[in-house]
């Protein structure tokens, strides 16, 4: 209970220190809900597409930004892993 109270207040300390991350990674998380399995099977075989202007600036703040960063992650890990569960892309 206390983990989950503790990742409760660290997500909205997140959110107040970083409010276009929610913008981001709420983006990155409809993606996810979103799609269906056969198109993220389909866009992982066709590889890796370099990122837009504002997806490259997102991503390099989020290199330069540890704390950012694991805000960030700690937002989307969940519905992303869960979805690439449901679709069959991890174990």
Do not use: H
Not at 6 to 16: H, K, L
Not at 24 to 51: H, M, S
Not at 64 to 89: H, L, W, Y
Request: proline share 5%; aromatic share 6%; glycine share 4%.
């Amino acid at each position: 209970m206390l983990a989950l109270v503790t990742a409760t207040v660290t997500a909205g300390i997140a959110r107040a220190d970083y409010p276009i991350l929610d913008k981001i990674a709420q983006k990155v998380i409809n993606k996810y809900q979103t799609a269906t399995c056969d198109q993220l099977w389909q866009e992982k075989a066709e590889g890796k597409k370099p990122p837009s202007g504002m997806e490259a600036r997102a991503i390099a703040k989020l290199k330069e930004d540890a704390d950012m960063r694991a805000a960030f992650f700690n937002q989307v890990s969940a519905p992303i892993v869960t979805k690439m569960f449901e679709c069959g892309m991890i174990p």
